[in-house]
């Protein structure tokens, strides 16, 4: 950590602020410019809610920290990539990973019919919503513990691991009975008492980054998963909030590159919800794939007029096929042709 | 809901539109203007769900929603201003509500300590955190029910209600038991079970907007407590997170008066976590007051530099006796010279 | 353009509604539903003006616009997509147009040599700066016409169009003069003086999206330009300013299929200075070409860390080349293998 | 300047970075942390833009700037505050500066009437656009060289002084004939050929933010002001660009206190753009008193409803004298009760 002390500081008030760091178990440097005194603080984390406040002494501008506040997550911690076996399947390995299905799961022949397209189509992984969280009250809540079984039956009739949401600490048990992997939603990013308990499940957890989440933040809830002893965790991307309107949140594709340079975990993309309207899909999947995700998770709905949750941004039947088709085929020329492994 | 046509739509698809709106028990106004064709859906709520889901069909450029998707927390569903009761304590009437303590309940002594000068400056409510949501796992995680009692206890001393943050639905229990305010906090203001459960609880409900919700959103997530069976809800702004780093987050001061417009709730601002400077809460602070507030969440700490959380924004005992006594002086002045009561 | 009336609005208010747009010269639909009246109003743009400022009318809720505000820009306006040549490049046509250059034009040898690199890698048009936006007085403004004559020389050594910044009314002229293609800055695409101005020039101009100006705003600028006598118009993504600062702006990719939808002007990416950070451009490149964009604007020089500006974020030749070979292939295999053409 | 070097960097990378920074004429401190290297770069300013270039030497993680990239609008580069007199007008002073008028100068007669009801309200100076920058190519673009003699106009009937917008460098001359301070619009803050015009200029400089301008790029743009010869400039928060629609920008309130920390200038507030609703000056202007600006500009229009550029965030004659009553005893109290001068 970096102390900035303000321009006018005396020493006294830089002598304070050494006697301080060093009183916290740090080392301290300072260093005098031609305008003002820094301070390098020096050390390991023990002290370090205490350096914080050394913002609050006199002459003292600012303070800047210098190691990222995560570890396990880091990319620094693990030599290679997180690689994460459910059933046949691979998350952050060689291929690109297609999550599919409906966002809300509403009735037993919906759920198989999407799941039958889902396995037509190609896709690796089922998803479906049971626990539905809505911005209001009057919506549909989803249908709770009915719907995980519709998905687990769905899941074994077409040979596919599922994927599906949990809301709240007290559903995390019977969700880990039924899913395959446990989906933490983008408004519960930083519920951290739930990213604890996943922390405890012993199923790969899928954690969204929130609209308003930094990268950082990203990876400081993940540190929370693992650092309750879970290591399997896949981030995904699926927009975050600006001031731009003309698509539901903002997908911020960049941030697969960067994730991809300070963590070894899995990110995958989510265009559904990033664009909120199935037109977008198909040219985001492939952007996702060709910007080097993991893979991506896609809203596909028999009927998607009929849907009780954003129908407006679920692919039919025929469009999702035929994005499949254009995926794999991109996928086989980019690792063959580009030396690129997603 | 208006349903806006594309430029060359078909009068099939606009029959289309026409016959599904009635389908789902809404009454339909087609309007044909020089470019395009507009549909009014005119009904109650029923059919809602599937009304959004005309977006999908052919022809359809866009829908808009016209009626505010909350009812309860409206201002038209209720004459006249929520005033919430708590010991002696007005919240939401014609004074400026002082809510004043530590971030974090760290020990007895300190606790105790803030009490008294909350006290001595003449704040209303005392405020401390004894569950804190922490962005990183390895900070300070609060002392939990030990520091509920803690909290209790220099309620009862001081002869003043208390609020504390609740983080989890299995929490609210025992949080009831011990203070008169349940706090709901930033990132927990789309966290929906835990929103139904407090509004279960018979203690009122301090809601914060998170750092990414809308105005709109943050009345929905009061309508989930109220449609819960809890109506007594105070809404808090505490910045939102903009391109702007000079501050923590930006402090949305135009929200005070846009809630006053549309809901009866009543509306308080919490300086310290929007700049995230203690330099800055005593100007913010008589702006809440000059712009209509009813009160503000201040945090106070009897040593700063030693605070286990946010200690660069809280205040020093002497500051904040020094902005207590502006604040009743201005307070005093708005109501009496310019008939302005909060 | 429909008006929303308040809940309560009376008779009186609402036929004073009527009355006022009647009297600019639209006609009033008005519709009564269970809770409110909304008033539709359909004519022609000769009064939109007056019609907006129904909104201080007593009764009035809000106004919602319903048609689009720039007409020559939209895709309903023109059948087909603008193509725009420069020399033997097409625009907005089948191929993936490459521009490629620094960042500022500092000297005779390192304009040559970027040229050189340039058409070496395989890039259509040479970029450079000679005027320069800089946050900082004190930052190096540009070679201004020395510069502009550099890189017309550059141009002409290797048969390549050359492309480059006009920031002032003052300088059109000039600029049109020694470039092929006329670019407006990203802070200048609300200038609107300067977009009439180079609305007059006989050469196409590339419009850079501003870091807080949504698609429509961007769409209006480039009305601004067609609606003064300039057809040719590319339009270009840059990133636009969120709160997440682990890249310099967050790349809007969506913009690309979204721009696509709605006008038939050229789309392009400068994933430069979206990025802010070379390490990014080569899978951001790649992200541009699947979701459709016509080309990309990429900062090279021969030596980076010699730069006087963005030196962080220009490519060296190697990665340049290499990043080349595979946009080439990429771009063929999309084309023949997925019928994608650009 | 602080380097942060990877985890990982060798000795060999190390001693180049020091090297580097010491061929640009600077000192470097190297300090070994437990984790990382970071080497401070201690010096004057000259090689700043190579310094900023590091960033792409190998080894490197990042590079942190310490000081300030403004001077001379700093509070460090003068003792006190700037007070700039306009006739007999003090901005900056010890009182709370009102700038009323139109958004647009529309007729005589309107300009003359708004003057006058200016006037009877207790304004200070008064306010007019004649250049006016209009999203749209088809709005209203202003009366210009008329519209500024009719200002003048105003200015003299009342005895008070005048300000108006200016937009292009080709229209700074005839507007400093006729108006007393020249206002620069958000959208042209980074318009760096304007500023240096202006900074020309004998007359004073309404410096307005930017929807996307940071607070300090705001300092930036003044900088390039006073840098070119004119100490006199005002900066005006005028609402900035965030994801909430409930106001047409958000205020950033904050902005004062921080800017009056950070820069020796008058700071005033702009709630009529910011809000974007009569209905919402009357408290924001409260407000924008309470915490410390040195004044307000807003919009009042004699006849809000047939107003030609943003009516409905004009206040109408009654509501402007009734606010005025409040901002003169408000003000009063704070100078003499609370001991703070504006």
Known sequence: MIIVMKKNATNEQIERVVSWIK????????????ERTIIGAVGDNRGKEHLKVIESLTGVEKIIPILKPYKLASREAKEGNTVIRVGDVEIGGTGFVVMA??????SREQMM????????????I????????????YSFQGMEEEGLK???????????????EVLNTSEVDIVEEYADILQIGAR??????????????????????GMMTTIEELLMSAEYIISSGNDDVILCERGIRTFETATRNTLDISA??????LTHLPVIIDPSHAAGHWRYIQPLTRGALAVGADGVMIEVHPEPEKAVSDGGQSLKPEKFYRLMDEV??????????????Q
Chains 1, 2, 3, 4 share one sequence.
Request: positive net charge; contains cysteine; charged residues 25%.
């Open 23 to 34: 009183s916290v178990g740090y080392m301290a440097h300072p260093s005098s410019g031609v």
């Open 101 to 106: 299905g409906p966002c809300s799961i509403e």
């Open 188 to 209: 519960n990013v930083q519920n951290f008492a739930l990213l604890k308990k996943v922390g405890k499940a012993k199923k790969p957890v899928l954690l969204k980054r």
């Open 126 to 137: 089922i998803r479906g919503g049971a626990y539905k969280p809505r911005t209001s009250p």
């Open 256 to 261: 697969v590159p960067v994730l991809k340079a």
């Open 328 to 341: 794999r085929k991109l996928e086989q020329f980019m690792r063959h042709e580009m030396k690129v492994s």
């Open 113 to 124: 019919e999407s799941a039958f397209i889902a396995k037509k189509g190609g896709a690796d």
């Open 150 to 164: 519709l998905l687990k039956e769905a899941g074994e009739k077409t040979g596919m691991p599922v994927i599906t």
